[in-house]
């Protein structure tokens, strides 16, 4: 059986703009809007909720830096923070990463209710 992290794009730190010894942060390579951020465990893990406790301290330390990041460099209006866990939810790649999604005022008509757009006819309420 092969190693499935010799062909996971995430993996290594390529592009890493941000890191600690447990995990790294990196634009997204096809970004929602200006400054998507993915946060990252360097560990090959598919879900967030098999990461371990230090893992899991490594991504929230990361994503208050990449918010820094972000507000110094694209100042946002507001964020998105979300996980995709398991193909049903849309993960298309079996490493965890969260995604931090700077928004900016417009750049969608009707913001209100945010993540829940996931499902579409859930997101007004």
């Known amino acids: 059986m092969s190693d499935p992290s010799l062909s996971c794009p995430f993996c290594h730190p390529d592009g890493a703009v941000l890191s600690n010894d447990l995990a790294h942060a990196r634009y997204d390579r096809h970004p929602v809007t200006p400054g998507h951020l993915l946060i990252i465990p360097n560990r090959h893990v598919a879900s967030y909720f098999e990461t371990s406790d230090a893992e899991k301290l490594a991504l929230l330390s990361l994503l208050d830096e990449a918010y820094a990041l972000l507000e110094r460099e694209y100042r946002p209006d507001g964020y998105n923070v979300g996980i995709n ?13 969260l995604h931090l999604i700077p928004r900016y005022t417009g750049d969608v008509a009707a913001p209100r209710g945010g993540v829940r757009g996931v499902i579409p006819t859930r997101q007004s309420y």
């Open 85 to 97: 866990i398991g193909a049903a939810a849309g993960q298309s790649i079996p490493h965890v990463h």
